[in-house]
């Protein structure tokens, strides 16, 4: 798992200067499985039902300090990523457990952290 800080546009990096920082923040084996065998949600039931036996399910937490993801709604005349943190998960195919992965063996998913809160307001009155 990794997230991008994208704190300035891509058109204004010069001369090596990057606006944007790339950290990860969790990395783990899939498949195969390190140790024990765990309970299958039912939405990861049904996809391996649907997707068959090559189906590998796993899970994933966000870091408890982690932040929500954030993005800045991007002017008109603004071209590229916007700004903000943005969450990817970076799934490859390796031999072994130190390589990095190659592009053409890998796939990339965004996602998003959101923060919910929920007030009480049934002892208001």
């Known amino acids: 798992m990794t997230t ?3 704190y300035g ?3 204004d ?3 090596g200067v990057k606006f944007s920082k790339e950290m990860t923040l969790a990395k783990e084996q899939i498949v ?3 140790d024990e065998k765990k309970d299958l949600t ?3 039931e049904k996809l391996i039902k649907k997707l068959g036996p090559n189906a590998y399910p796993f899970t994933f937490y966000f870091p408890p300090a982690a932040p929500s993801s954030v993005t800045l709604q991007p002017g008109d ?10 969450y990817s998960i970076r799934a490859y195919v390796a031999d072994h457990a130190d390589d ?3 592009k053409r063996s890998s796939v ?4 998003k952290k959101v923060y919910v809160y929920f007030l009480n307001f049934s002892n208001v009155l």
Not at 77 to 86: F, I, N, Y
Not at 108 to 111: E, F, P, R, S
């Open 4 to 6: 991008v800080y994208r």
């Open 108 to 111: 990339t998913l965004a996602i």
């Open 13 to 15: 990096e010069v001369m």
């Open 9 to 11: 546009r891509e058109e």
């Open 32 to 34: 195969p499985t390190p």
């Open 77 to 86: 005349d603004d071209t590229g990523k916007p700004l903000g943190v943005e």
């Open 42 to 44: 039912p939405v990861q």
């Open 100 to 102: 990095r992965g190659h």
